[in-house]
Nanobody, 131 residues
Framework: QVQLVESGGGLVQAGGSLRPSCAASGRSSSNYVMGWFRQAPGKEREFVAA????????????YYADSVKGRFTISRDNAKNTVYLQMKSLKPEDTAVYYCAALRTLYRDYDVFDHEQYDYWGQGTQVTVSS
């Protein structure tokens, strides 16, 4: 069992930055693929970014939605069991509730994009970007 708690959302003007974080607790949470999804009112939940667990040589793989590439950066600090989403150059269309999620077993790379593949979810944190 893994518990996820997001924080760090808020209200920011267009062009600004935020860095939501996701604190994970539970067994072997550092072995999970971690993802961020978002859901705006009246819209379906959509993939934002994901990060793999540490690879044998120490690196990680990261994945991004086209809409956030070059603006958002996902990272993880396994010592703190925390995942971050650095968001820059924010736009009004980034406004949504942002959810952190954990995926226990990655069978196929493209599973990271599918919210139905994730096993655990946080409660979400609101991000509002004003124009």
């Amino acid at each position: 069992q893994v518990q996820l708690v997001e924080s760090g959302g808020g209200l920011v003007q267009a062009g600004g930055s935020l860095r939501p974080s996701c604190a994970a607790s539970g067994r072997s949470s550092s072995n999970y693929v971690m993802g961020w999804f978002r859901q705006a009112p009246g819209k379906e939940r959509e993939f934002v970014a994901a990060i793999s667990r540490a690879i044998s040589w120490g690196g990680v793989s990261t994945y991004y939605a086209d809409s956030v590439k070059g603006r958002f950066t996902i990272s993880r600090d396994n010592a703190k069991n925390t995942v971050y989403l650095q968001m820059k150059s924010l736009k009004p269309e980034d406004t949504a509730v942002y959810y952190c999620a954990a995926l226990r077993t990655l069978y196929r790379d493209y599973d990271v994009f599918d919210h139905e593949q994730y096993d655990y979810w946080g409660q979400g944190t609101q991000v509002t970007v004003s124009s």
